[in-house]
């Protein structure tokens, strides 16, 4: 017997939910429908009134029920059974879900949404901590006249009265008011702005108004998602332009200015023809691609001389795990031979340091891949790059996981694969690595469950971590100077994670500080500076040549350890730099200013968030200012239990000689095979 979700209809203040049961056996006694919440593990029975037609059931809930104050949790999310008695036992049925909703506002904090988990199993999710300044709509977009709006037009299934859209001027608060009328459905609203109306060379802000009992609520408005697939541009008569764009909380921004002249656009030709050059060579590139894939087939023999391969993000980078091994490499056996696997790009950097190289996707390259004895990565190699057998393969990766990877990933979204595709290729790269470097016993657990790995793992700590043990005072002094970071103020790192979200539209990326540096000059600035770390997609996104004064920006930084060591406190937000950071025993605070959001949108987290973290939490800006103004006080965490127990938790066994441990794992294994 099976039991589906199949509907979900609003009945006053309840949510009917309609179940339809497939190969009933015969009577059933007792029927209920169970809910446990899979955080809390609290239960939640529903007697079943009585079975319609013999095959569908039908309950009444109130959403109230589904939600509590207790242990300070804001997210629930509740599983479906179906329990009955039969002449010889109890049975109990796990509820799959043939019914995806969207969200469900319940009051102006609090709404919720069914969906179905990764097996297909019903999953009723309520969320209590959405900001009260925020209305969400579901499309914003551009004719060549009018700005179309539509949303939700109700509350918990009540209408909502006297709707109104607002645009406001940002430089000088003017209002604009547009009222809305019924949708194409009857539970959305749809409002249209004549793009005539719009101010000359104006930034407007899109708000909404509207009456809720005798209160009356103005919100900003916000699209959860990215406005890929919406109408964002407009060109108006008289040579104007009309754009829309999301601010960093997800607000609509309308912009209004005039069009590219004639000479704008020829200037923009070289931009063009660089389009066209890259399509050649993204042809070229596919072309090289079949030749690589041959060069692999080719039988090579490995060099007589011990060769060590190393790869950092790709060969984008010469840096982390795999540069602090080999740096000690060349310090305690330079007899042996080192090969940096590169990008075309840093050939530049490598001839000044000193460091051998092959550039990628060349036959150089092939040659030195499959005749080497050891790889040293902290990424995948792709698929189509063949491991000989003698090749022993040493997988560093990048980080402790705080965000789900791998097979823990239970919907992937990713552009020309399915979620098994991703998950197959997955498992068969990670079992090509002989030995994986893990920080600690919860990612060594995580990178058996995520990567389906069944290979020797190293547990001795990230080699990249070593220096963040090792270097003096004396040498983050010299750091500073070398970095034009003054030696006589506190330093406050900013280090965000990439939003998945966080795109226009192909190819154009989106960022703002979610901060207002004015107000951080105005507390801090007599005696602290801002350091940037943001991440290379965005990084060129942002303007801050206005205060370059506190402001530093160092997102292409080649080592973050640097970063680390002259900072005194970290601010970051779903990234897992905090993992690293914890070692310097310095304050974190955590920014998550679009938690509700990340965490439905985007992919989920191992940890609790709200519980497990090593640092205050900050879910707006005052809450920023306050904990950066706190942090700044306690330099010294060392005598926090709650940092302390996470430092003990995820830091504690590396002593600053990991980089060690692994090259005398290299040595041994060379030694091994004489």
């Excluded at 300044?133 to 037009?153: H, K, Q, R, W």
């Excluded at 899109?206 to 109408?231: D, K, N, P």
């Amino acid at each position: 017997m099976r039991a589906i979700l199949s509907g979900l209809h609003q009945k006053k203040k309840n949510q009917e939910l309609e179940f339809e049961l497939i190969d009933v056996p015969g009577s059933l006694d007792n029927l209920r429908v169970m809910l446990l919440e899979t955080n809390s593990l609290a239960s939640v029975t529903v007697p079943v009134p009585r079975v319609v037609d013999n095959n569908l059931i039908r309950i009444q809930i109130d959403p109230d029920q589904l939600q509590f104050e207790a242990f300070g949790q804001s997210e629930f999310a509740w599983q479906l059974f179906l329990a009955f008695d039969t002449a010889d036992e109890q049975v109990i049925l796990q509820i799959e879900s043939e019914y995806l909703s969207d969200r469900h506002q319940l009051s102006l904090t609090s709404y919720y949404q069914v969906n179905s988990d990764a097996e297909g199993m019903a999953i009723f999710n309520i969320h209590t901590q959405q900001p009260e300044d925020e209305f969400t709509i579901n499309s914003v977009n551009l004719t060549e006249d009018a700005l179309n709006i539509t949303g939700y037009n109700r509350i918990n299934g009540q209408p909502i009265k006297d709707q109104k859209i607002i645009l406001k001027t940002r430089e000088s608060g003017a209002r604009l008011a547009y009222p809305t009328a019924a949708g194409s459905l009857k539970t959305l609203f749809t409002a249209s702005v004549p793009l005539t109306d719009l101010p000359s060379n104006s930034i407007e802000d899109l708000f909404v108004q509207y009456t809720v009992g005798t209160q009356q609520i103005e919100q900003r408005v916000i699209l959860a998602r990215s406005l890929e697939g919406q109408m964002t541009q407009s060109v108006l008569p008289g040579g104007r332009m009309v754009l829309i764009e999301k601010n960093i909380n997800n607000g609509i921004v309308i912009k209004e200015f005039p069009a590219p002249s004639l000479g704008e656009k020829v200037a923009a030709l070289p931009q063009k023809l660089q389009a066209v050059a890259n399509l050649g060579r993204t042809i070229q590139d596919k072309v090289n691609l079949q030749r690589m894939r041959w060069l692999f087939k080719s039988g090579h023999r490995p060099y007589e001389q011990p060769t060590i391969i190393f790869e950092s993000f790709g060969g984008r980078q010469v840096s982390d795990s795999p540069y602090a091994i080999y740096r000690l490499f060349t310090e305690l056996y330079p007899g042996f031979t080192f090969v940096w696997s590169i990008d075309r790009s840093l050939k530049k950097f490598c001839k000044q340091n000193q460091i051998p190289y092959v550039v990628r996707r060349t036959s150089k390259w092939v040659r030195a891949l499959e005749k080497s004895s050891y790889w040293i990565s902290n990424a995948r190699f792709p698929a189509w790059v063949k491991k000989p057998s003698y090749v022993t393969y040493i997988q560093t990766w990048h980080g402790t996981p705080l965000k789900k990877l791998g097979l823990d990933i239970e919907n992937v979204s990713m552009p020309g694969t399915t979620t098994s595709k991703y998950h197959d290729n997955f498992v068969k790269e990670a079992n090509r690595w002989d030995a994986l470097v893990s920080p600690n016993d919860y990612s060594t657990q995580i990178f058996r469950s995520a990567f389906g790995f069944n290979n020797q793992i190293l547990k001795v700590g990230y080699p990249r971590n070593d220096e963040l043990i090792n270097t003096e005072p004396d040498e983050i002094t010299a750091l500073k100077e070398s970095m034009g970071i003054p030696l006589d103020k506190k330093v406050v790192l900013y280090a965000p994670t990439y939003r998945d979200n966080q795109f226009a539209e192909k190819g154009k990326y989106t960022f703002e500080l979610p901060f207002s540096l004015d107000d951080f000059k105005k507390q801090f600035g007599e005696d602290t500076v801002l350091i940037l770390r943001m991440h290379y997609l965005i990084a060129n996104a942002m303007d801050i040549s206005d205060y370059t004064d506190f402001v530093y920006d160092f997102s292409s930084h080649p080592n973050i350890s640097d970063l680390y060591l002259v900072s005194d406190m970290l601010i970051t937000d779903y990234s897992s730099v905090f993992f690293d950071y914890a070692y310097l025993k310095r304050p974190i605070l955590f920014y998550p200013y679009d938690y509700h959001l990340y965490k439905d949108e985007l992919r989920g987290f191992y940890l609790d968030y709200e519980k497990d973290l090593p640092g205050q939490i900050a879910n707006n800006e005052k809450e920023l200012l306050s904990g950066i103004a706190d942090g700044l006080k306690h330099p010294d965490m060392s005598e926090d239990p709650k940092f302390m127990k996470f430092y003990n938790r995820f830091c504690s066994i590396d002593d600053g000689l990991s980089s060690l441990k692994v090259v005398n794992y290299v040595v041994h294994q060379i030694e091994k095979n004489g």
